[in-house]
């Protein structure tokens, strides 16, 4: 069955990096786009942006801009989302999630509930 | 960026009873329009997608309808694991929206 598998829960101090992986399977990776999808705690869900596994692009929405990137591996059906500079509002549990039927999310991970902390 | 806003933010609704959830968007998404469950703990289920299409595995009692501004999602009979939040969400237009979800209580 189509499945999406996190990494696991990360502590970071303000300022650090965090690298969330996400490893599909069940369906070809690169056929479909990979979502990144955060929600903080009590919040509502908030979209981060896209990569297309195929060709590696990516689309981020403005409030990441040069502090997310998107990667894939395609060898390992495993897409990759980085976060520099945490700050403590990025507190939140991390999604991927596949885009399907013409971009609703179909599937989603398990989420890596990402806690920034001095 | 389009906004989308749900209302009522908190529904309270008895065992068997009809559950009518509503979503506005800021400019029209046409029918690119998903719901989503989710449960205390989990990660959010698609159940709608299209604006009107259920999703695989969901059961008839869930519902979706409209087009361009304004959609429902209606659960015909309230059961008790439909206890969670509902999310809409559009995919017409970059960067894609989520409403800031219903809260579905049983009563």
């Known amino acids: 069955q189509v499945q999406l598998v996190q990494s696991g829960a990360e502590v970071k101090k303000p300022g650090a990096s965090v690298k969330v992986s996400c490893k599909a399977s069940?369906?070809?990776?690169?056929?479909?786009?990979m979502h990144w999808v955060r929600q903080a705690p009590g919040q509502g869900l908030e979209w981060m942006g896209w990569?297309?596994?195929?060709?590696?692009?990516?689309d981020y929405l403005q409030k990441f801009q040069g502090r997310v990137t998107m990667t894939r591996d395609t060898s390992i059906s495993t897409a990759y989302m980085e976060l520099t500079r945490l700050r403590s509002d990025d507190t939140a549990v991390y999604y991927c999630?596949?885009?399907?039927?013409?971009?609703?999310?179909?599937?989603w991970g398990q989420g890596t509930v990402v806690t920034v902390s001095s | 960026e389009i906004v989308m806003t749900q209302s009522p933010a908190t529904l309270s609704v008895s065992p068997g009873e009809r559950a009518t959830l509503s979503c506005r968007a800021s400019?029209?998404?046409?029918?690119?329009l998903a719901w989503y469950q989710q449960k205390p703990g989990q990660a959010p289920r698609l159940l709608i997608y299209g604006a009107s299409t259920r999703a695989t595995g969901i059961p008839a009692r869930f519902s979706g309808s409209g087009s361009g501004t304004e959609f429902t999602l209606t659960i015909s009979s309230l059961q008790s694991e439909d206890l969670a939040v509902y999310y809409c969400h559009q995919y017409n237009n970059w960067p894609y929206t989520f409403g800031q979800g219903t809260k579905v209580e049983i009563k």
């Open positions: 400019q029209s998404v046409s029918s690119n």
């Open positions: 999630a596949r885009g399907y039927y013409g971009g609703a999310f179909d599937v």
């Open positions: 990569i297309n596994p195929s060709s590696g692009g990516t």
């Open positions: 069940g369906y070809t990776f690169t056929g479909d786009y």
